[in-house]
Structure formats: C-alpha cells, structure tokens
Nanobody, 121 residues
Framework: QVQLVESGGGLVQPGGSLRLSCAVS????????MSWYRQTPGKQREMVAT???????DYADSVKGRFTISRDNDKNTLSLQMNSLKPEDSAVYYC???????????????WGQGTQVTVSS
C-alpha cells in the first residue's frame, strides 16, 4: 500500500513564496516519475512540474523560472518550491507518483489528497 500526503499549502500574498511537501510511504522499489499537478474549480487538472529518472525535470510554461521540483535522497519526500507567486497560481495542488512496488514487476500510479494554495492580497 502506497500513500502520498501533501502539506505546506496556505494563503500567501502575490510575490510571496511557499514550499509544498509530499510524504510518501509504502513498500516502494523505485520511483519512475513524480509530479505536482494543480486544479481549480471548473478546470482540468494540469501538470505543473515533473521529476523523472536520471534527474530529468519538466515544468509548465507558466511556472518556469519560478517553481522548482526536488526529491530527497531517501526517496520519501517530494517538494515544490514556489517563488514569485501570482493569483493565477491559486489551486489545489496534488502530488503524483509513478512507482514500482517492492513485490511487483509493474508500475502503478498514486495520487495524494491535495493541498490548497491561495495567492491573494
């Protein structure tokens, strides 16, 4: 059983910063990719940042230069550093993981419950 739990969301003024964290638990052999997604009411969930094998990173054009995705050496925490926040960054942010469990020969996808980020003056 794999669980992802996000934290770090909250209310921040435009131009401010927040750091989101995703704690991962379970019997995991390897992480193929981990991502942050976000979703606002009435809109589709969109990819914000992805960290894949080999350290490859990918960001949505709207956050390039402002957001940074990272993972610790123990592979138990995924982070998203968000700087120069804008009102349009307001959304529920979700942690996503594509992983292989210890006793499996296939990859599975997992989602966290989400954490609210509100950017407003």
């Amino acid at each position: 059983q794999v669980q992802l739990v996000e934290s770090g969301g909250g209310l921040v003024q435009p131009g401010g910063s927040l750091r989101l964290s995703c704690a991962v638990s379970g019997s995991i052999l390897d992480f193929f990719a981990m991502s942050w997604y976000r979703q606002t009411p009435g809109k589709q969930r969109e990819m914000v940042a992805t960290l894949a094998r080999g350290g490859y990173t990918d960001y949505a054009d709207s956050v390039k230069g402002r957001f940074t995705i990272s993972r610790d050496n123990d592979k138990n925490t995924l982070s998203l550093q968000m700087n120069s926040l804008k009102p349009e960054d307001s959304a529920v942010y979700y942690c996503f993981a594509d992983v292989r469990k210890l006793d499996a020969d296939y990859a599975e996808n997992y989602w966290g419950q989400g954490t609210q980020v509100t950017v407003s003056s």
